[in-house]
């Protein structure tokens, strides 16, 4: 197949993925009650069920159809390998990125399918290879994935690979990363495979041809070169060569086509009856967009005095908004106008406007320290927490004070702060806030908390709170950790107070490590939680960042790379990611039933484990990507977020995230890049994805076989229009009319850039 020309002539005159225009195809014979996939109109659910129909069908494009695609699109068939029936999903020589939007173009994947116009990469996005599944698991695929490569410099010869998945219960590119296998097959060599023992990354029989080293960079950086042969394999640096020279110690990299074959037939494409009253509109979920508000302002460099935390050197630590300012912390030097540009002697603590990201230049509050923690007060004025010994010269400012977010002077009404530093810190400092009711609780290393009026002390020991309306410490709820909290979670019901961070003892209870569920009114320990499973044996897991909770859930992230779920009632786990490598997540939090995870991790995420360092039973791998998206109650890695963002030399990654009030994600670290590599100081602001439906056409009419209705409208521009014959779309198109293929039930919706859909029309007859 690999230098096997397109048979089909093309005439494509489309719009997008309009693909209204017709397609010269092979011709084929057959009855005409089955979709032959030769036009839109006649798409088939597979190439599988042509061939099986038609089997005189050759090579070339076909239109295919299911439930989930939605609309019919093109594809390109293999019509005579074993059979028949393969779809193609992917091509290229060097330079796969093992991404889930996709690489290259459908267009250059469906019609240039081989030669060295095909080197670039070009794949289907996960999406619309699930689509192509029909709903069906890729594991359940009874010819496995077909991995085509080229074994010589011109490409006429060629190596069959067959990779039969395991426990993979989604599409993912991410074969860099290892998706495990049942059995394989290199040209004539066979193996059942010990699951997880074989994996996509790295499988084979030898280290020349019948071996495939698709992961071949170092431990801590991914390389995207290509279904490298093994290091027996030489290449050739030719640019119209089949076979690439090996990067990073691997072999050869050839030329590679990646084929599936589902069988479905029409009676498995999963259309439902359309009623007279036509479609419901469809809309997105919320989630980011991928590309960041590009802001020329930003905070820069790291200044440190008596840094209690020296393995998080971000400039920017945490974010708050309070009015129509966003406030950030952490242990940045200056602010700076733009890449280059001016720089402000602001270190520690600065503000800017949350639409434009705009320096705030009159808040100038003058700290000693870094700041770690920022909370939003419910009076309007700002808490700052961090190792600062005072703010603008003010007594009893001591690692906490609460500023005026405006003038950043201390509010003389509120009085708290700490005294008496522990865990080896040379000051006493606040490392976490969190607002609940009428108080304000706060974790570090100290081991006295005083406030109030009459400046009362309390011995914590690590963990306290203190009432927002004047600072008195509560003498009653007090935790002693004999290593430093990190996050504070009170529950939403109010019965509880969730504490994360690097302790094992909590009030001398042995084994808390690294998570405690307290009493919110006493401050003890809740009685029958499980321990968490995170540790299994290895000394450097027990230590977590945060901590949160969401419905009859809580959520944790840390030690050596996990994002985990456990229940409420008993703390048993439920499920969890681990990211292999670079890794820890270092802060979550739920925006919009979102959860919006930051960590430091750009290589490999694994789903539904716990096992570290080599993950196991793992269902999905897909991309990690310092910033990242998941559902509630599953964990489900929601890849449709893929922040393109860039961290500096450090790697600290994601720091702080907080949802504003428009409905934008801001996330504040090691951010030195974003969409286009346009400069970033520190932190990012993301915003909604468009989830608007455009408006339903309007007055449709039937004139002959022409179909034609009023133009929709949506806030993204124009829209296109899909037009439905009975239970399926079977056009779409950016004109208000279409002449229709014959009689039957018709509906018009449109459909924007992002694919929410409007409402339909209601049935008209022709």
Known sequence: MLRRSVSAALTLGLAGLGLTAAITLPAHAGSPTVHKGLTSVDAAPSCWAIKQSFPSSAS????????????????????????????????????????????????????????????????????????????????????????????????????????????????????????????????????????????TSSSGFDNGWNRAMLDTGSPNYKQTTGFAYGTQIAGNASATSYLAPGVNGSGAVPFTQVWVRPKLDDSQAGFATVPDAGTTAQTLSWLPQNAPQTFHWGVVGVQKVADPDPDNDAPAHTLVQVGNEMFVGGKFAAVQNGAGGTQYNQPWLAAFDVQTGNWISTF???????????????????????????????????????????????????????????????????????????????????????????????????????????????????????????????????????????????????????????????????????????????????????????????????????????????FSWVTGHVEQWHGDFQVAHVYNGVIIAGCHCDVYDYSSTDSYPTPTNYTQVAPASWLMAFSPNGLTNLTDFAPQIGMSSAGEGIW????????????AGDIVRGAGNSWLGG????????????????????????????????????????????????????????????????????????????????????
Not at 144 to 158: D, E, K, L, Q, S
Not at 409 to 437: C, D, E, I, K, M
Not at 492 to 515: C, E, K, L, W
């Open 60 to 199: 070339g494009l076909y239109w295919l159809q299911t439930a989930q695609l939605v609309a019919p699109q093109p594809f390109y068939c293999d019509m005579t390998t074993d059979g028949g029936g393969w779809v193609l999903v992917g091509r290229g020589r060097t330079g796969w990125k093992w991404q889930e939007v996709g690489q290259g173009t459908a267009a250059a994947l469906r019609t240039t399918i081989t030669g060295p116009n095909a080197f670039a990469p070009s794949t289907l996005s996960a999406q619309v290879v699930e689509g192509l599944l029909g709903g069906s698991r890729p594991d359940a695929l009874t010819d496995g994935v077909r991995v085509v490569r080229a074994t010589n410099i011109t490409g006429t010869t060629t190596q069959e690979v067959r990779w039969h998945l395991t426990n993979t219960t989604q599409w993912s590119w991410e074969f860099a990363g290892g998706e495990p296998l049942a059995s394989l097959t290199y040209g004539a060599q066979s193996a059942t495979s010990a699951g997880y023992a074989s994996t």
């Open 364 to 570: 100038r509050p003058k700290l000693d320290g870094e700041v770690f923690d920022l909370a939003a007060a419910p009076n309007g004025d700002l808490i700052v927490a961090g190792d600062f010994t005072n703010v603008n010269g003010a007594a009893h400012t001591s690692g906490l004070a609460e500023l005026d977010p405006t003038t950043g002077q201390v509010v003389p009404s509120f009085t708290a702060y700490v005294t008496s530093p522990r865990f080896g810190a040379t000051r006493p400092y606040v490392r976490s806030l969190a607002v609940s009711g009428n108080w304000l609780y706060v974790g570090g290393g100290f081991n006295r908390l005083i406030g109030g009026p009459t400046l009362f002390t309390v011995v914590p020991e690590g963990l306290g709170r203190v009432r927002l309306s004047d600072g008195t410490p509560d003498r009653t709820w007090k935790v002693a950790t004999d290593l430093p909290v990190v996050d504070i979670y009170p529950s939403q019901d109010g019965t509880r107070v969730y504490a994360a961070g690097f302790f094992h003892n909590v009030d001398n209870t042995p084994g808390i490590d690294g998570v405690a569920v307290l009493d919110a009114t006493s401050g003890a320990l809740v009685p029958g939680m499980n321990r968490p499973q995170f540790d299994q044996g290895n000394q450097h897991r027990w230590y977590q960042y945060t901590i949160f909770e969401d419905g009859n859930d809580v959520y944790i992230g840390g030690g050596k790379h996990e994002l985990q779920e456990y229940t409420r009632s008993s």
């Open 656 to 667: 702080g995230t907080t949802l504003d009030s428009y409905g934008c994600v801001w996330a």
């Open 683 to 766: 932190f990012a602001r993301f915003c909604s994805r468009d989830t608007s439906a455009p408006t339903t056409p309007k007055n449709v009419q039937a004139v002959g076989t022409t179909l034609s209705w009023g133009a929709s409208t949506d806030n993204s521009g124009a829209p296109q229009y899909e037009v439905i014959r009975n239970d399926r779309v079977i056009a779409t198109t950016t004109q208000t009319s279409y002449v229709v293929p014959g009689t039957g039930r018709y509906f018009v919706r449109a459909i924007d850039a992002t694919g929410n859909r409007s409402a339909s029309t209601i049935v008209t007859n022709i």
